[in-house]
């Protein structure tokens, strides 16, 4: 074996409660998660599984999975099951540098899973750039940008004026662009994009967020209700799993369609792709999984003159993550990032936190994604110990 090979797996469960801050907004929604998707339970926190990837040199490489059951389908603790017993066996053993093999490995002897598949890509992603000494966008191509600008994340809340209120605020800290959480009803849904636009005034870039909210007749009038106010995007206006009726919508709204809770892996992005579902593609940490993943779909949008939307709540390294991609493929996104897990979470699980600053945040310096885990922190939001696989 060479000093590249990687020799073992470490995987924490971790939750992180959000800012008791959040938790009072969120409190005034009425189902408590602050958007109209139809869980149960108030969404009180993030749930993550961190990867940390060992090579023989002794170099580490580490990877974040952010997930909610009902988005994701899948808890912390089956994407621990999952790798632990059957993916580690395609990755002990292989060159960090050999991340296509262990993707096509992969994806050969184990379908779907795309979450797990992409935390351990991600870290392989970091391993070699630590290898290299190098940051991780430079293996993508290096960084256009040192500075990207982000959206700003509206929750959906019972009062109008309190989700202006947030906007302006997020103005005020040099945010242009808000993705607004709708999905209230089609009413209520152009009374809050009326005041948005009021209050943000013209310049203001406004995309919204319904959640699944509407079926695909009901989210062609809803769409219409806020064409008046200018909307550069819409997110997820209905079931995730009914590709079709998201067409039909793509078909009667004149505003691209962006699949979230509908779109893990990149058989859904071609799918929804070929029936004419989408006019931009949404990408994460966790979708459609992984880095090698993410610069395909990347490419992908570029071929379909698709823009690209790479948006989460992270913790730090999936924040980073989402950095070093942002930067990389600056030119080919057309929208600007979505980054508020720092706004969100009390930790972010880093020695020293990214800088953001004015409605931007900066790409890290150093090897890997520039940022380290904080041993303490990790520990003190860990579920459990760590699983170890050698």
């Not at 992409?118 to 500075?147: H, M, N, W, Y």
């Not at 409605?359 to 459990?384: Q, T």
Request: aromatic share 6%; glycine share 10%; charged share 20%.
């Amino acid at each position: 074996m060479t000093d590249d090979t990687i020799i073992r797996m470490e995987l924490t469960e971790v939750a992180i409660p959000f800012k008791e801050e959040v938790r009072a907004v969120m409190a005034g929604s009425e189902n408590g998660l602050g958007m109209a998707i139809a869980a149960e339970e108030s969404w009180l926190g993030g749930d993550f599984v961190i990867c940390r990837l060992v090579s023989r040199s002794g170099e580490t490489g580490t990877g974040e999975a952010f997930v909610w059951l009902p988005e994701s389908g899948v808890s912390p603790r089956q994407i621990v099951q999952s790798i632990e017993s059957d993916m580690a066996a395609y990755v002990l053993g292989e060159s960090a540098f050999n991340t296509n093999r262990i993707a096509v490995r992969l994806e050969r002897n184990i379908a779907r899973n795309e979450i797990a598949k992409g935390l351990i890509d991600s870290a392989c992603f970091e391993l070699k750039a630590r290898l290299l000494g190098r940051p991780v966008a430079d293996l993508l191509g290096g960084a256009e940008t040192q500075r990207l600008r982000l959206a700003a994340l509206i929750p959906l809340l019972d009062d109008t004026e309190a989700m202006v209120g947030l906007a302006r605020h997020w103005q005020e800290q040099g945010c242009r662009t808000f993705r607004i959480k709708l999905g209230a009803g089609i009413s209520r849904d152009a009374g809050i994009m009326r005041a948005m636009r009021e209050a943000l005034g013209p310049e203001a870039r406004l995309r919204v967020d319904y959640n699944q909210a509407y079926s695909a007749f009901d989210a062609v009038a809803a769409i219409e209700a806020i064409l008046p106010f200018g909307i550069e995007l819409i997110e997820q206006p209905c079931k995730a799993a009914n590709f079709l009726a998201f067409a039909e919508v793509q078909k009667r709204v004149p505003v691209p369609l962006m699949a979230h809770e509908g779109c893990f892996s990149l058989e859904e992005l071609h799918q929804l792709h070929a029936l004419g579902g989408i006019g931009a593609v949404g990408i994460n940490g966790e979708r459609p999984g992984g880095i090698t993943a993410a610069v395909k779909a990347i490419h992908f949008a570029e071929q379909n003159d698709y823009g690209v939307v790479i948006h989460n709540q992270p913790s730090g390294i999936g924040a980073a993550w989402q950095v070093h991609l942002a930067a990389a493929f600056h030119s080919s996104l057309r929208y600007e990032m979505e980054l508020f897990g720092h706004v969100m979470l009390e930790d972010d699980l880093l020695k020293t936190p990214l800088v953001y600053k004015d409605g931007h945040v900066l790409l890290p310096e150093g090897p890997g994604w520039g940022v380290e885990i904080d041993p303490a922190a990790l520990e003190k939001y860990a579920v459990r110990p760590a699983t170890i696989i050698e």
